[in-house]
């Protein structure tokens, strides 16, 4: 069965402190992988995507990027982080349009 | 591009009884799927049922099962029999082709005791 990770699960940081945050997707191959951002009560936004190996399609122009150095793994990073970048992160993964399997998600704070 | 609303921000329901949620879509494409994800607060995200937009039966899952009208471009969700583990956020979402899904802006379902 495929299961998905995200880490870390929650996450504290100063403004201008860099960010990298990590999925991994087991017992698939060639996924489509997703990151979006949920702000308090709100919905989800689509941040990033990718339909393979070093493929990354940016939804939202940002201080954030992603990249996939793996075919399981999606990486979400920032060089300089902002206090608006505070939020909810999940990372999902897809077959075409099938539907999407989240993670835990990530819990991050800026401060 | 597609967009999905959801006109109800908050709901309540009593518990054993039938509530149901809406959603509308805008989309000029014609094969695409559809799909109602439930976030309790734990905050993970749970498909709770889907529909395929050539299939014209409605789908069902246990308590849950939707109206989904392709002309009017709806697609709701209803509980029957609604429990106090019903309680979540619940949101529509699009997927087509194009390798993106889109979801509406939620709607708070709270079940009442």
């Known amino acids: 069965s495929q299961t998905i990770h995200q880490w870390p699960a929650t996450l504290v940081q100063p403004v201008g402190s860099p960010l990298s945050l990590e999925c991994t997707v087991e017992g698939t191959s060639n996924p489509n992988l997703y990151w979006y951002r949920q702000a308090a009560g709100r919905g989800l936004q689509l941040l990033f995507y990718s339909i393979g190996i070093g493929q990354i399609s940016s939804e939202v122009p940002q201080n954030l990027s992603a990249s996939r150095p793996q075919d399981r793994q999606f990486i979400l990073s920032s060089k300089k982080l902002l206090l608006s970048d505070s939020g909810f992160y999940l990372c999902?993964?897809?077959?075409?349009?099938?539907?999407?399997?989240f993670g835990p998600g990530t819990r991050l704070t800026v401060l | 591009a597609q967009t999905v609303t959801q006109s109800q921000p908050e709901m309540s329901v009593q518990e054993a009884e039938t509530v149901t949620l809406s959603c509308t879509y805008d989309?000029?494409?014609?094969?695409?799927?559809l799909f109602w994800y439930k976030q309790p607060p734990s905050r993970q995200m749970i498909l709770v049922i889907r529909q395929e937009a050539y299939k014209q039966q409605n789908a069902t899952e246990n308590r849950f099962s939707v109206n989904f009208q392709k002309a009017a471009k709806s697609f709701s969700l209803k509980i029957s029999d609604s429990q106090l583990g019903d309680t979540a956020m619940y949101f529509c979402a699009f997927s087509s082709n194009n390798n993106d899904m889109r979801f509406g802006a939620g709607t708070r379902l709270t079940v009442k005791p």
């Open positions: 999902a993964w897809s077959r075409r349009a099938n539907e999407q399997f």
């Open positions: 989309t000029s494409e014609s094969n695409y799927y």
